[in-house]
């Protein structure tokens, strides 16, 4: 689904923000990214969605090249930035139809993904209203609900639960893990290390731009908790 090979970004100045990345996230995956503020995890998310440009390396989705097909690859997938940019002068819905238009989503099938997931998260009243009147709460629901409409086949996600009640978190794990069985696969980094044990069936670790450890979750846990096995690989590398 998701092949990155020797990824690496150099930003103006010379600093390294990745170094010779290489993962591979498949179908069915449930794949969480973590690591410290500035390991390199947003650099890679957005080198991944092709919002970034780079020059070494290669990222694959579904076998197709981001850089030499960018409009392909980006009609495969949706991705959820940290901090959503929404046209506020837009109501809900109007927002909602734009991408559903964007990636040519009839008008039935549109429907049917707005009601079920606007009425999941508990917004469907609110459609109606400009989003410069939302929360950022409802507007990180809306972000959400635009990423389903057209039902990706890769979903990327930055820190996905920041700003998400109790009862919208666990409504979106339980999207992700319908997604999943349905054959998408999802990549998402965050920082909230005993949601990431829970819920992701794979892991990689990130450190100063570099993949120090990734895997099945239970095989990288091995009866310890994600926090103590990232503690003591951030200390250790």
Do not use: W
């Not at 998400?164 to 696969?185: F, R, V, W, Y």
């Amino acid at each position: 689904m998701l092949i990155i090979n020797n990824f690496s970004k150099t930003f103006k100045g010379g600093k390294k923000a990745v170094d010779n990345l290489n993962l591979t996230i498949d179908a069915g995956d449930i794949y969480g990214f973590i690591g410290h503020n500035g390991a390199g995890k947003t650099t890679t998310i957005r080198a991944i969605v092709g919002v970034m440009e780079f020059e070494e390396g290669e990222v694959l989705i579904e076998g197709h090249s981001i850089k030499a097909e960018p409009l392909l690859c980006k009609s495969k997938i949706a991705y959820i930035p940290d901090n959503p940019d929404l046209y506020e002068h837009l109501t809900g819905i109007q927002y909602l139809n734009f991408i559903g238009d964007i990636f040519n989503v009839g008008k039935s099938d549109r429907e049917v993904s707005i009601k079920k997931y606007a009425d999941l998260f508990e917004i469907t009243k609110n459609l109606g209203d400009l989003i410069s009147s939302y929360s950022h709460g409802m507007k990180q629901k809306l972000a959400i609900i635009s990423a389903l409409v057209h039902k990706p086949k890769l979903l990327i996600l930055d820190e996905p639960f920041v700003g998400l009640d109790p009862q919208a978190a666990l409504t979106l794990k339980n999207i992700m893990h319908e997604l999943c069985h349905d054959g998408s696969a999802i990549f998402f980094s965050t920082h909230v290390l005993d949601v990431a044990e829970k819920l992701c069936d794979k892991i990689a670790i990130i450190k100063d731009g570099k993949l120090i450890a990734s895997g099945k979750t239970e095989e990288l846990t091995k009866g310890r908790t994600l926090e103590e096995v990232f503690m003591e690989v951030i200390k250790h590398e």
